[in-house]
């Protein structure tokens, strides 16, 4: 894969998956196979950290939109962290994956 | 025996004359191996006898190989090879004096060839050249003969002369393929980079010898422009040859790295002390970050380049410097970083363009700085070599690297057209992204303008096309407040396939002001609007 990075850490039933780079149309496959490979069975709860993503586009998106409801069906928490003002927080609220997925930390409605 | 006694068929004039023979004139335009096979024809004339051959030493192995034969060529096609100290030829370079052997069959020979030959008696002298031994020159008898005092001095007389030859030969071939290699080695020309110039100078070698100096420029996929010069300690063919591959090692390095120029010199390092022992080179290693504002330096024992801004006069780079590469043990290598301002310089130079015998090299480098300004990229090359080098004759490597920022604002558009494929949308992003940071586009909205560059050509890499693929064109001109992007296509569109598609084309409508699609059967062009504001 190339020009990200997908690190795993697992905590009990929790796993922590950060993604470190870029996610276009040339990786989202290679990102989202290692992602997946990181859900074991046991699992209960995804935390997947776009903080240090410097770019995410629609055809990186795919993978959420497309993880968030077979990880619904398998009763498996899914949260997706990115900072205010990065660039993947902006294309996650603009694309609509903010509204099927929890989004950290969350958007101050009242500020917005 | 008496018969074949020295002396006994020519008389000693004529024997002196002969030896003339073997260094005449005729003998100059001839290649190495047609020149050895005429001496060795000679030599067997004025010694008369049956074979004669020049085993020439391989350095690196520390054996004899049989280079030229006459009477028994056969040595030559089998290749070979006695090592030092063993058998004839191995004997008389280990003892650095003719030997004689009246009767092989009693003796330490490892040749086949000499015993399958019939041979009985042979005569052998080192080929020494400034002390330094070249190889082995013996001659042979079939027939039982005692080779005399005289013959053997005969024969090293001619081993004398055929050793200064050779090695006048050897060194001329070794000096010419060494520049044929060093030349192939280095870039043809540097890279076009939008937004940069660049140039450089290299002289090769001074005194008929070339060295291991290197310079190279490219840059990477993600955007970043990677720069070096090294030099390779020793000099000819081999340190041309370690050159050439420590700069593929150093490109295949960068590809992997997330500019940490201390990263890929600790991986030089460790693949010298793996699999080039005892090689030890210098070297400088810049890394540009994609938006051209900062350069990220390493350097492993070699001078720090020297920068110019236009704000007061050039300096070199106050940096930590680290041992050279392939020198145990090894250390942790630090980088430290530079702003490179619009229009600033910076020159990387090797320590040929600044040592000069009987002047100090601080005075060397205040001269440089001198010669650096902030001017076009040519025109310093040709100041620093003017001021630095005028009419001395170099007596090292020169390799000389300069490289400028071109100033703000570079209101020109940019133009793009790369293959409609996956792996090109990084560069079209590299690219935007320079041209935006370079018209003064604030974070947040380059954030939004390349989504919807990105997304546009995406969009064109998977709907544009059949397998035959084509090109995307991507234009971004600035119109002011307004930044317009134009992504172009000359496909046919398909409708999306597969679920979670065409989604782009609605980000691309909530992160800019403006889009308009305009779809027809020769291509597609869509326009994006989206002002932006300048950068504090």
């Known amino acids: 894969m190339r020009d990200a990075r997908v690190d795993i850490a697992h905590d009990a039933g929790r796993v922590r998956i950060a993604v470190v780079g870029e996610i276009d149309l040339a990786n989202a496959a290679a990102v989202e196979e290692q992602i997946v490979a990181a859900i074991t069975n046991q699992v209960t709860c995804v935390s997947v950290d776009l903080g240090e993503v410097d770019y995410i586009d629609s055809a990186g998106l795919r993978v959420f939109f497309s993880l968030a409801p077979r990880l619904a069906g398998l009763q498996i928490a899914l949260e997706l962290v990115a900072p205010l003002g990065s660039p993947s927080r902006r294309v996650v609220e603009v694309s609509g994956l903010a509204s099927l997925v929890p989004l950290q930390p969350p958007t101050d409605r009242a500020a917005g | ?536």
């Open chain 2, 1 to 536: 025996m008496s018969t074949h006694a020295a002396g006994t068929r020519k008389g000693a004039a004529d024997r002196l004359r002969d030896i003339e023979s073997v260094t005449d004139a005729g003998l100059a335009r001839l290649s190495v191996d047609d020149m050895l096979v005429e001496l060795l024809d000679r030599v067997r004339d004025i010694l008369d006898a049956d074979t004669a051959a020049v085993l020439l030493l391989d350095a690196p192995t520390g054996q004899l190989v049989a280079t030229a034969a006459r009477g028994i060529e056969e040595e030559v096609y089998q290749g070979m090879r006695i090592p030092l100290g063993r058998g004839f030829a191995g004997r008389v370079a280990a003892e650095r004096q003719p030997v004689a052997i009246e009767d092989v069959q009693d003796a330490d020979v490892v040749n086949p060839v000499l015993r399958n030959k019939g041979i009985r008696s042979l005569l052998g002298a080192p080929l020494l050249a400034g002390g330094r031994l070249l190889g082995v020159l013996h001659v042979g008898s079939l027939a039982p003969r005692h080779f005399g005092g005289t013959d053997a001095d005969l024969l090293q007389m001619v081993a004398d002369r055929v050793a200064l030859a050779t090695q006048a030969r050897l060194s001329e071939t070794e000096r010419r393929a060494a520049l044929v290699l060093q030349r192939s080695l280095l870039p043809e020309r540097l890279p076009q980079v939008p937004g940069l110039e660049a140039a450089m100078r290299y002289i090769a070698g001074g005194e008929g010898d070339v060295g291991g100096d290197w310079y190279d420029m490219f840059t990477l996929p993600s955007g970043w422009v990677c720069m070096t010069v090294g030099d390779v300690v020793g000099r000819g063919l081999r340190a041309a040859a370690v050159m050439g591959r420590l700069r593929s090692a150093v490109r295949a390095y960068a590809l992997g790295s997330q500019g940490d120029p201390a990263g890929i010199l600790d991986r030089i390092d460790r693949m010298l002390r793996q699999f080039e022992p005892g090689e030890m080179a210098t070297a400088v290693l810049g890394l540009l970050e994609p938006s051209f504002e900062r350069l990220h330096l390493s350097v492993a024992g070699h001078p720090a380049p020297v920068v110019a801004t236009g704000n007061g006069p050039a300096t070199y780079v106050d940096l930590p410097v680290d041992p050279p590469l392939g020198v145990a043990p090894p250390v942790r290598r630090q980088a430290a970083t530079i702003e490179v301002p619009p229009g600033a310089v910076v020159c990387f130079y090797s320590d040929g363009l600044v040592e000069r015998r009987g002047v100090s090299l601080d005075a060397r480098l205040q001269q440089l700085c001198e010669a650096v300004t902030v001017r076009p990229a040519e025109e310093v090359c040709t100041t620093v070599m003017v001021q630095l080098v005028g009419h001395h004759r170099p007596t090292d490597d020169i390799a000389l690297l300069t490289l400028r920022r071109l100033d703000l604002p570079s209101a020109e558009p940019l133009d793009l057209a790369v293959p409609a494929v996956a792996s090109s949308l990084r560069d079209i992003r590299a690219a935007a992204k320079r041209w935006l940071t370079s018209v003064g586009a604030r974070p947040e909205d380059l954030i939004d303008v390349l989504l919807a560059v990105g997304e546009a050509s995406s969009n064109v890499v998977e709907h544009a096309y059949g397998p035959k693929g084509g090109l995307v064109h991507v234009r971004l001109e600035l119109q002011r407040p307004d930044v317009v992007v134009t992504v172009r296509d000359t496909g046919r569109w398909r409708s999306p396939r597969g679920d979670n598609r065409g989604r782009g084309t609605h980000i691309i409508q909530a992160v800019t002001d403006e889009v308009t699609i305009d779809r027809r059967s020769d291509g597609t062009e869509v326009v994006i609007r989206r002002r932006v504001g300048e950068a504090g």
